[in-house]
T-cell receptor, first 117, second 114 residues
Framework: SAVISQKPSRDICQRGTSLTIQCQVD?????MFWYRQQPGQSLTLIAT?????????ESGFVIDKFPISRPNLTFSTLTVSNMSPEDSSIYLC??????????????FGPGTRLTVT | DAKTTQPPSMDCAEGRAANLPCNHS???????VYWYRQIHSQGPQYIIH???NNETNEMASLIITEDRKSSTLILPHATLRDTAVYYC???????????????FGKGTHLIIQP
């Protein structure tokens, strides 16, 4: 399986500010995804981070609120913009390859716990 | 993606086999059955996936019915560390490569009793 790290692991932010979360994987992967897990809930897919092109967002999520970058095959960032208390969640990135040992098996990072006050 | 139905919680005695059911009656021909689990405060962990044949790996076995409308995840010798929320997910894979993201339901909270 891939080794995935996220920075920061947790943060407390004031409303109206923005936070950028980094996701780094130890090998090149085809697909990277970003999820949100609100308190007491299961995970919700935010977007698919595409290398070299714009991210593909799920219904209910927009680029202005959650801009995503994916400059190469091992790194992605998710920004939570103009934060409100409702954005308090755990944000997780995941990776998946379509060949070799990572074929269609999605692996998750440890998550970033965000609290907005 | 098709929806899945799982019991909200289950208990199992340590050392016994844990059998977790999942209904996915509207599954399509190109959708696979995936199982993940999430131990408290950690990211989800991949367990196993399959299309129509039964699958086994070092963690678990996946039994899919012939009509593919339901499946069972089997943890052969449950330990206390298997206490987690288990998610059954159906997911479309594309023949040319690539796949949809995962759609998580509420899952089954499996509690292993000592």
């Amino acid at each position: 399986s891939a080794v995935i790290s996220q920075k920061p692991s947790r943060d407390i932010c004031q409303r109206g500010t923005s936070l950028t979360i980094q996701c780094q994987v130890d090998s090149q992967v085809t697909m990277m995804f970003w999820y949100r897990q609100q308190p007491g809930q299961s995970l919700t897919l935010i977007a698919t981070a595409n290398q070299g092109s714009e991210a593909t967002y799920e219904s209910g999520f927009v680029i202005d609120k959650f801009p995503i970058s994916r400059p190469n095959l091992t790194f992605s960032t998710l920004t939570v913009s103009n934060m409100s208390p409702e954005d308090s969640s755990i944000y997780l990135c995941s990776v998946e390859g379509t060949g070799g040992s990572l074929s269609y098996e999605q692996y998750f990072g440890p998550g970033t716990r965000l609290t907005v006050t | 993606d098709a929806k899945t139905t799982q019991p909200p919680s289950m208990d199992c005695a340590e050392g016994r086999a844990a059998n977790l059911p999942c209904n996915h009656s509207t599954i399509s021909g190109n959708e696979y059955v995936y199982w993940y689990r999430q131990i408290h405060s950690q990211g989800p962990q991949y367990i196993i996936h399959g299309l129509k044949n039964n699958e086994t790996n070092e963690m678990a076995s996946l039994i899919i019915t012939e009509d593919r409308k339901s499946s069972t995840l089997i943890l052969p010798h449950a330990t206390l560390r298997d206490t987690a929320v288990y998610y059954c997910i159906v997911r479309r894979l594309y023949s040319g490569g690539g796949a949809d993201g995962l759609t998580f339901g509420k899952g089954t909270h499996l509690i292993i009793q000592p």
